[in-house]
C-alpha cells in the first residue's frame, strides 16, 4: 500500500522558514517526479515546486526565489524549503508522487504564516 505522509508545518511568522517534508512507502520512489501542491479553501490545488527522477527542479513563478525542493531516494523523501514565508503562502501543503499513470497523493501538512 502507497503511503505519502507529509510533516513539518506549523504556524510561523512572516519572514521566518520552514521544511517541509513528504516521506514516502509502499513504491519504488526513485521512479516517481515528486511534487508539492498547495491549496487554500474554495481555491483549487496549485502546483509550486516538482523535481523529478534525475532531480531537474521546476517551481511557480511565484514561489521560484523563496523555495527549494529535494529529494533523498535514500530515504525515500523529498523536502520543501520554504523561505521568507508571506501570509499568502497560508495553505495545506501536499505531496504528489507521479510516475505515468501511477499517481498518488499525501492527505497534507498545514503552514499558517502570521503578518
Known amino acids: 500500500q502507497v503511503q505519502l505522509v507529509e510533516s513539518g508545518g506549523g504556524l510561523v511568522q512572516a519572514g521566518g522558514s520552514l521544511r517541509l517534508s513528504c516521506a514516502a512507502s509502499?513504491?519504488?520512489?526513485?521512479?516517481?517526479?515528486m511534487s508539492w501542491y498547495r491549496q487554500i479553501p474554495a481555491k483549487e490545488r496549485e502546483l509550486v515546486a516538482a523535481?523529478?527522477?534525475?532531480?531537474?527542479?521546476n517551481y511557480a513563478d511565484s514561489v521560484k526565489d523563496r523555495f527549494f525542493v529535494s529529494r533523498d531516494n535514500t530515504k525515500n523523501t523529498v523536502y520543501l524549503d520554504i523561505n521568507r514565508l508571506e501570509p499568502q503562502d497560508t495553505a495545506v501543503y501536499y505531496c504528489?508522487?507521479?510516475?505515468?499513470?501511477?499517481?498518488?497523493w499525501g492527505r497534507g501538512t498545514q503552514v499558517t504564516v502570521s503578518s
Open positions: 509502499g513504491l519504488s520512489f526513485g521512479l516517481y517526479r
Open positions: 523535481i523529478t527522477t534525475s532531480e531537474t527542479r
Open positions: 504528489n508522487a507521479n510516475w505515468g499513470s501511477f499517481d498518488f
